[in-house]
């Protein structure tokens, strides 16, 4: 049985239809850090309205170790920091690497043991966490396994509910939210699928329930790569265009506007319709104060930046090439990793705050 919430959908923020409060330049703080990008791994996280949480590295000691040749350097340098934004100042958190931040707790590991594959991790509300032993490493490559960025967590197949039958793609939410199912995990399977029963959505299967509730985008759109917004209260992401042959990235079509969808965990969907412009591509898709930020990627490259969508515009907030972005609770301040000197291979990946609310400008 499925359930179908397409009644409950409906298309959210035309642009010609939301009215958010007259636009004003951001705030802008350069935190004189830079992140190295992590690939679909967060490095930075708000754990209240004012407090940032992220691994990084001092961007004055990376230039000292760059000028010195020194070897090892990131791994070296890199640490975990702390942005208070009501002193607009940063202190060291912790040594440690790999941070994840779900519901709350913290998650980082201060040791891996590469002959057992064991690992020392800390996990626990801010500042309060624990060491804990764990094998988790080396469960992640097995079959029956699947690890859960926004849980920050490794589940076995068999133990989610309802449980994920063998060869097929799941996106595991935060703990208690349940699943996506996208299908066979392989391409071809996926494609042979398709051709037997037709196009078919992606479905949400909440704990406990074998009813999937059908979402509003296909197995060939395939999940994208959903992010929880706290400020939404619901889950974003933005699926490859409507006809998109399964499991090939491609270049988004020239001129099509990108609709970008937020589902919660109970079904409800929504839309948002970003339109096309010299961003060409956008990626990291949320809600603010504002207005709707996001990465764009640039058509021409040189053309990328971080934009802010609202009230029926698109306005740049930044210049290069954004890597990450993350969002505040309540909306009134997003960090964006971006690399500003876009052209320059080892140019740092800067970490900038933005204050979208009238309180920060």
Known sequence: MTLRCRGHAFLWLIASLVAYPAFAAPVVFDTGYEIIPRTLSPSVYWIDNDRLLFEGINRSEMDAALANREPQRVGRLKRLYLWDDRTGSIRFYADGAGLCVADGIVHFTVLEDGASGSRIIREGPPGSEKEIRTDERGDRGRADTLYSQLACKTYARGDLSPPVPPGRRVVVLREGDGYLRAGPVGIAQRIEELRAHGSRHIRLFRPGSSAGIELPFTLEQGPGYPIYSDYLGAYVTLPQPKGSAPGRITSWPRGLPFT????????????????????????WAQPTSAGWIFAGQGAPTPRAGLFMFGSGAVRKLDSGYVYEIAVSPDGCRAAAAIKNRLLEIAAPTNLKVFGLCADDR
Do not use: D, L, N, Q
Request: proline share 4%; charged share 15%; net charge negative.
């Open 260 to 283: 970008v969808y937020s589902f919660s965990a109970s079904g409800e969907t929504r839309e948002i319709i970003i339109p096309y412009g010299e961003w060409g591509a956008i990626a």
